[in-house]
């Protein structure tokens, strides 16, 4: 599993990477930091009819959060975060549930 300094790092790394391509499709990436000592980051990409949010902790838990708004329809994953493979795999369901261009 990674650490934590590079599993949340590897969250806001991917975001910084991804964020031109997001925004020049039109998908609004945005990415919280919780309070310290939480050890926790989350990303949401908006795509206006289409959301994905992820919250990662840094024991590699992970929950994520598929809405469409057109259906209403909410569905929660949750996830364990064991490599740097299962954290970019996340982020790609993510990317292709919100059909941004960004890969």
């Known amino acids: ?3 934590e300094p590079d599993l949340l790092q590897g969250v806001r790394s991917w975001a910084a990477e991804k964020a031109p391509d997001f925004g020049s ?3 609004v990436l945005t990415v919280t930091e ?3 000592g939480t050890g ?3 990303l949401e990409l908006d795509a206006d009819t289409r959301i994905a949010e992820i919250m990662v ?3 590699g838990n ?3 959060t598929f809405v469409d708004v057109t259906a209403g329809e909410i569905t929660p994953e949750h996830r364990d975060l064991r490599s740097e493979a299962d954290l970019l795999d ?3 369901v993510m990317n292709t549930w ?3 261009a960004a890969s």
Request: hydrophobic share 60%.
């Open 34 to 36: 919780w309070p310290e």
């Open 25 to 27: 499709a039109g998908v």
């Open 98 to 100: 919100t059909g941004a």
């Open 90 to 92: 996340a982020l790609s």
């Open 57 to 59: 902790w840094a024991d």
């Open 40 to 42: 926790a980051v989350q």
């Open 62 to 64: 992970a929950e994520i």
């Open 1 to 3: 599993m990674l650490n």
